[in-house]
């Protein structure tokens, strides 16, 4: 495989993820630099991605860290990694945040599932909670779904680098990818792992 297959395949790999709970790459790590400039990860769901614009797409509670976070500085890291494939993808570059109101908001949240709109109807997240008191077989108080919609954020991970990373029984593969403004590849080169 040539670095312009290595790419496309990179690609397709995380637009097939997006929409298969199996994948390895479907759960990204998500780092972002805090206001102490210390990093800061997580985990979280890959919801959509797109090879032509380099682009992946995250959703989370606009009252989390990671959204002060990336607000005050929007370079970010996402780090992958899939067993079947055995591939690591490291990316970095710069994160677009899309609040409540907005139009790419708004769209995302019409096709949430209602019970995936309750994961933002709680409490802020990191905010105390007592779970202590929570009865595990008691069902709790069914949260209305619409509570949720002013928290909802969109998260629009654009892609500058893409470091691929090949496992292998032996002589395990690097390569470095960079993409330019309007996305395209700009630059590769094959470097040792
Ligand atoms: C497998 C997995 C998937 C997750 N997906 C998301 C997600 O898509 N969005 C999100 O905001 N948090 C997600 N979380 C929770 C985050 O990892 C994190 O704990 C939470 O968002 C608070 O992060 P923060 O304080 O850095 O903002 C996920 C956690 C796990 C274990």
New binding site residues.
Partial sequence: MNLADIDASAWRELETAAASPQSGFR?LSLC?VDAERRP??????L?RADGSLRVLE????TR??????LSANPHATVLGFCAQARLQFRLQGVVELHAAGSDQAKAAWDKLSPWTRTTYAGGP??DEHAFDAVDEAAPSEPSDEAEGKPHFGLLIFRARTLDWFQLRQQDNRRALLTYDETSALAACRWVNP
């Avoid at 800061?40 to 769901?45: D, G, Y």
């Avoid at 995250?58 to 509670?61: A, G, I, L, V």
């Fill in positions: 759960f972002s800061q990860a997580r985990m979280v769901v919801r995250f959703h989370t509670d989390s860290s990671k959204w002060r976070e997240p990191g």
